[in-house]
Protein backbone atom coordinates (compact mmCIF):
# COMPACT_ATOMS: atom_id res chain seq x y z
CA UNK A 1 0.00 0.00 0.00
CA UNK A 2 1.49 3.29 -1.01
CA UNK A 3 0.03 6.70 -0.05
CA UNK A 4 0.54 9.29 -2.89
CA UNK A 5 -0.26 13.26 -2.99
CA UNK A 6 -2.35 14.59 -5.73
CA UNK A 7 -3.02 18.49 -5.24
CA UNK A 8 -4.37 18.70 -1.99
CA UNK A 9 -5.53 15.20 -2.12
CA UNK A 10 -4.08 12.33 -0.65
CA UNK A 11 -5.51 8.74 -1.94
CA UNK A 12 -3.96 5.28 -0.87
CA UNK A 13 -2.68 3.01 -3.46
CA UNK A 14 -2.34 -0.72 -3.47
CA UNK A 15 -1.87 -2.99 -6.36
CA UNK A 16 -5.37 -3.23 -7.50
CA UNK A 17 -5.37 0.58 -8.60
CA UNK A 18 -4.83 1.42 -12.23
CA UNK A 19 -3.00 4.64 -13.32
CA UNK A 20 -4.15 5.56 -16.75
CA UNK A 21 -1.24 7.57 -19.09
CA UNK A 22 -2.95 9.30 -22.09
CA UNK A 23 0.06 11.04 -23.34
CA UNK A 24 -1.06 14.85 -21.50
CA UNK A 25 -1.77 13.37 -17.81
CA UNK A 26 -1.40 10.26 -15.19
CA UNK A 27 -5.00 10.06 -14.34
CA UNK A 28 -5.68 7.52 -11.22
CA UNK A 29 -8.74 5.44 -12.71
CA UNK A 30 -9.93 3.04 -10.31
CA UNK A 31 -10.51 5.93 -7.61
CA UNK A 32 -12.63 9.03 -7.97
CA UNK A 33 -12.92 12.33 -5.41
CA UNK A 34 -16.13 14.82 -5.42
CA UNK A 35 -16.43 18.45 -5.70
CA UNK A 36 -19.63 20.06 -6.16
CA UNK A 37 -22.08 17.89 -7.87
CA UNK A 38 -19.00 16.53 -10.01
CA UNK A 39 -16.81 13.41 -9.69
CA UNK A 40 -12.96 13.88 -10.81
CA UNK A 41 -10.43 11.20 -11.69
CA UNK A 42 -6.96 12.14 -9.46
CA UNK A 43 -3.90 13.29 -11.47
CA UNK A 44 -0.51 12.71 -10.41
CA UNK A 45 1.75 15.12 -11.43
CA UNK A 46 4.06 14.05 -14.50
CA UNK A 47 7.56 14.83 -12.83
CA UNK A 48 6.11 12.48 -9.76
CA UNK A 49 4.83 9.44 -12.16
CA UNK A 50 7.95 9.69 -14.00
CA UNK A 51 10.06 9.29 -11.02
CA UNK A 52 7.83 6.62 -9.56
CA UNK A 53 8.67 4.41 -12.86
CA UNK A 54 11.99 5.03 -12.91
CA UNK A 55 12.12 3.96 -9.42
CA UNK A 56 10.36 1.13 -9.94
CA UNK A 57 7.31 2.09 -8.06
CA UNK A 58 4.90 1.54 -11.15
CA UNK A 59 5.29 -1.20 -13.83
CA UNK A 60 3.52 -1.09 -17.15
CA UNK A 61 0.88 -3.60 -17.75
CA UNK A 62 -0.56 -2.68 -20.83
CA UNK A 63 0.17 -0.79 -24.10
CA UNK A 64 -2.10 0.27 -26.75
CA UNK A 65 -2.16 1.99 -30.13
CA UNK A 66 -4.63 5.30 -29.44
CA UNK A 67 -4.39 6.74 -33.18
CA UNK A 68 -1.92 8.37 -35.78
CA UNK A 69 -1.50 12.02 -35.93
CA UNK A 70 -1.56 14.13 -39.01
CA UNK A 71 2.23 14.25 -38.95
CA UNK A 72 2.37 10.47 -38.57
CA UNK A 73 2.92 10.10 -34.74
CA UNK A 74 2.00 7.03 -33.35
CA UNK A 75 0.26 8.27 -30.13
CA UNK A 76 -0.06 5.58 -26.67
CA UNK A 77 -2.06 4.88 -24.20
CA UNK A 78 -0.46 2.96 -21.48
CA UNK A 79 -1.74 1.83 -17.92
CA UNK A 80 0.83 1.32 -15.48
CA UNK A 81 -0.16 -0.68 -11.70
CA UNK A 82 1.66 -0.16 -8.26
CA UNK A 83 4.49 -2.53 -7.36
CA UNK A 84 4.03 -3.66 -4.32
CA UNK A 85 7.70 -5.48 -3.69
CA UNK A 86 9.40 -2.50 -3.88
CA UNK A 87 9.27 -0.82 -0.74
Request: aromatic residues 12%.
Amino acid sequence: MMIIKCGRREFDLNEKDIIFDNGACYQITSQTYREGFAEYYPVIAEAKAKKMIKEGYLILIKEEMSHITKDGKEVFHKYYKINEEVK
